[in-house]
């Protein structure tokens, strides 16, 4: 078993003088590949986002590359992509300066040089959106964005990438490319933790899948395998399961 990448015990976060995550154990190590998942409002977003701070910890504790999460500071290491959010972006930006700003962190004080321009230009090949490198984000359809959103997360080589919702919106030829590239970052000892709904063409690629509900731990093994079929629009669910599958249903509701 590799090292633990993210260690979470017991972490408690409350927003709104809600309590939205009610004591998660969550590890992810090295060289694995982990979904999140559960039903909307379950925390999963909340979850990862204490993991890189943007959400305050009540209880318990997150680290990090065995460091304790407040005294991280090598978050060149981590890629992040965001939920999408259909809030439009406030300053317009073309679609290279959106990709490199995912790599200032590796840059010494925001020069780049030539291998920054090629990280950044390899990270858009990746997304198949190097033909769009000089247009303004704002001109790209919801799913292009998110490829671009994605090309930020992976142009600083992080060792840990950690995703929410990474294949919302994106058509199904683009996810089997984002599926390759994700495929190729494991196999060069990335580490990733997802937030999904579907497992879809990521299904090979998942070693675990931990299952939230109401801000609590419901799963933590291997991925239920029927939740591709299941979590498809229109899947009524109408068959029977037998009481031997008890992981099966339910997950997501
Ligand atoms: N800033 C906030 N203030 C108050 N409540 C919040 C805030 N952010 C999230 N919540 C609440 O926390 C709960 C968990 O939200 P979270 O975004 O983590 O869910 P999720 O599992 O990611 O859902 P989805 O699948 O819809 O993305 C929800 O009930 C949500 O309303
Ligand atoms: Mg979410």
Redesign the pocket.
């Known amino acids: 078993m590799g090292e633990p990448v993210i260690a979470m015990r017991g972490v408690r976060a409350d927003?709104?003088s809600?309590p939205?995550l009610r004591g998660i154990d969550l590890t992810v190590r090295h060289g694995e590949v982990v979904a999140l998942l559960?039903?909307?409002?379950?925390?999963?977003?909340?979850?990862i986002r204490t993991v890189i701070g943007q959400v305050p910890v009540s209880e318990g504790e997150i680290e990090l590359f065995g460091t304790e999460r407040k005294r991280f500071r090598d978050w060149s290491r981590v890629g992040y992509v965001p939920?999408r959010t259909t809030a439009a972006g406030g300053v317009p930006a073309t679609v290279t300066e959106v990709v490199s700003s995912g790599r200032l962190s590796r840059t010494r004080f925001g020069v780049f040089r030539k291998a920054d321009r090629d990280a950044v230009r390899q990270a858009l090949e990746l997304v198949g959106m190097a033909d769009r490198a000089k247009d303004n984000v704002d001109a790209l359809s919801g799913g292009q964005h998110q490829r671009v959103l994605i090309a930020r997360a992976l142009a600083s080589e992080p060792e840990l990438l950690i995703m929410?919702?990474p294949m919302a919106g994106v058509d199904l030829a683009s996810q089997e490319v984002l599926a390759r590239t994700l495929r190729d970052q494991v196999a060069a000892g990335a580490t990733v933790l997802l937030?999904l709904?579907e497992l879809g063409a990521l299904e090979p690629l998942i070693d675990r899948a931990v299952v939230?509900r109401d801000?609590c731990v419901q799963h933590d093994g291997p991925p239920p395998r029927a939740l591709g079929q299941h979590a498809l629009p229109g899947h009524d669910h109408v068959h029977p399961h037998s009481e031997h599958e008890p992981i099966r249903t339910g997950l997501l509701s």
């Open positions: 927003l709104g809600r939205v559960g039903a909307n409002g379950s925390g999963k977003s909340t979850a939920q929410d919702e937030v709904h939230l801000g």
